[in-house]
């Protein structure tokens, strides 16, 4: 069964004004809107993600590029990416895997600790990446954050084939509160259909978070606090056409569904996604998010992230391709086109960009 027809007729994407400058600064935003409007965006729970390699979007990201970003996640020590002010966001977290740590989650205590402990400012906490919204609102002046992500996983061997060490099992939840403590809204970026993955084109608003799921509302037990591994979205490596990406008529269909590192029958055209930590992977947008922060931010002061990859089999069935295998990936914050609307459902069935590996976050959800 195809799955899934990739449209791009007509489609502008144009980049955005940078923010310095310097070429030594932060990359330019990319303007999705037409994109978004094609549908040609997985929905991961309030987010949706966009795969700038199936778009031929290249964006460069070494650590140095993305120093004046806000940068959540990064490598050794947050490599050179202190972020402007420690009394307003903390630093990026260290990212350090290769043969060390086969997962990674913010305030981890043993191999990714707050980089500047906790109570550096009111809103500060050990378990998430976390920003003054005061900060955050001058960082955007005016626009809405656009999320870029790298996807740094060991290549197949011989730098062709496909294997599951290209794979990676991504998730995250944005968490905003006022000064009390009071969760605001939340945000999850996770998978919300079968075997880890999103909804192509999807609506933002058919997705109703839990509430919390991190290690600040703990229960019992081992993996109290965890999310489960069902709701990690499973990025792919690699992505495979049965014609070239970027035409109509060309479907997204398996590169390795015998899981034999050859092709597939029927694959003609192949887009990598695993390009590593100097070139951006994917761009994700929250509509939902930009829209409240639009509004005034409903009282909330604070946003929080709780970001996590890999799997850590002392809580979770770590799956085939889900632990983390090489250098560090990086999380960071651009400021983006302006976009507060809340996006329709979109009208392509693009069910194959399930396999695109994209990254959502959340819809808001006020807290009764």
């Known amino acids: 069964m195809s799955l899934l027809k990739k449209v791009s007729g007509g489609l502008v994407l144009m980049a955005g004004m940078g923010l310095s400058a310097s070429a030594w600064a932060c990359p330019a935003a990319v303007?999705?809107?037409?994109?978004?409007?094609?549908?040609?965006?997985?929905?991961?729970?309030?987010?949706?993600?966009?795969?700038?390699?199936?778009?031929?979007?290249?964006?460069?990201?070494?650590?140095?590029?993305?120093?004046?970003?806000?940068?959540?996640?990064?490598?050794?020590?947050?490599?050179?990416?202190?972020?402007?002010?420690?009394?307003?966001?903390?630093?990026?977290?260290?990212?350090?895997?290769?043969?060390?740590?086969?997962?990674?989650?913010?305030?981890?205590?043993?191999n990714n600790p707050d980089?500047?402990?906790?109570?550096?400012?009111?809103g500060d906490t050990p378990n998430s990446w976390d920003i003054r919204l005061s900060a955050l609102t001058t960082f955007l002046q005016g626009t809405s954050?656009?999320?870029?992500?790298?996807?740094?996983?060991?290549?197949?061997?011989?730098?062709?084939?496909?294997?599951?060490t290209e794979d990676l099992f991504v998730w995250a939840q944005v968490v905003l509160r006022n000064d009390a403590g009071a969760v605001i809204a939340i945000y999850d970026f996770t998978a919300v259909a079968p075997n880890n993955f999103g909804n192509p084109g999807g609506d933002v608003?058919?997705?109703?978070?839990?509430?919390?799921?991190?290690?600040?509302?703990p229960t019992t037990g081992a993996g109290a606090g965890f999310p489960d591994i069902d709701d990690f979205v499973h990025a792919r490596g690699k992505i495979c056409?049965?014609?070239?990406?970027?035409?109509?008529?060309?479907n997204i269909i398996p590169c390795d569904a015998n899981n034999d590192g050859a092709k597939d029958a029927g694959v003609v055209d192949v887009v990598d996604m695993n390009l590593g930590a100097n070139n951006v992977?994917?761009?994700i947008i929250f509509p939902e998010l930009n829209a409240f922060l639009a509004a005034g931010a409903g009282g909330a002061t604070t946003m929080q992230i709780d970001f996590r990859m890999g799997c850590n089999a002392s809580i979770q069935t770590c799956p085939a391709g889900s632990v983390l295998n090489n250098g560090f990936e990086q999380l960071f914050i651009v400021a983006g086109v302006t976009t507060t609307t809340v996006p329709e459902p979109g009208t392509l069935a693009l069910a194959g960009l399930l396999l695109l590996g994209m990254v959502g976050i959340s819809r808001h959800r006020r807290q009764r």
Do not use: K, W
């Open 241 to 250: 056409f049965d014609g070239p990406h970027g035409v109509a008529t060309s």
């Open 115 to 122: 980089p500047g402990g906790a109570g550096q400012f009111v």
């Open 281 to 283: 992977a994917n761009a």
């Open 31 to 110: 303007n999705l809107a037409g994109a978004q409007a094609a549908g040609l965006y997985v929905q991961f729970g309030d987010g949706i993600s966009f795969a700038l390699p199936t778009l031929d979007i290249s964006v460069a990201s070494s650590p140095g590029q993305i120093n004046d970003c806000i940068v959540v996640a990064s490598g050794a020590g947050g490599t050179t990416v202190d972020n402007q002010n420690p009394t307003t966001m903390d630093n990026a977290f260290e990212n350090q895997q290769g043969d060390q740590f086969p997962y990674f989650r913010t305030g981890d205590p043993i």
């Open 205 to 217: 608003g058919s997705y109703n978070s839990p509430g919390l799921a991190t290690s600040t509302n």
């Open 145 to 164: 954050p656009v999320f870029y992500f790298n996807h740094n996983q060991t290549a197949a061997a011989g730098g062709g084939g496909f294997s599951s």
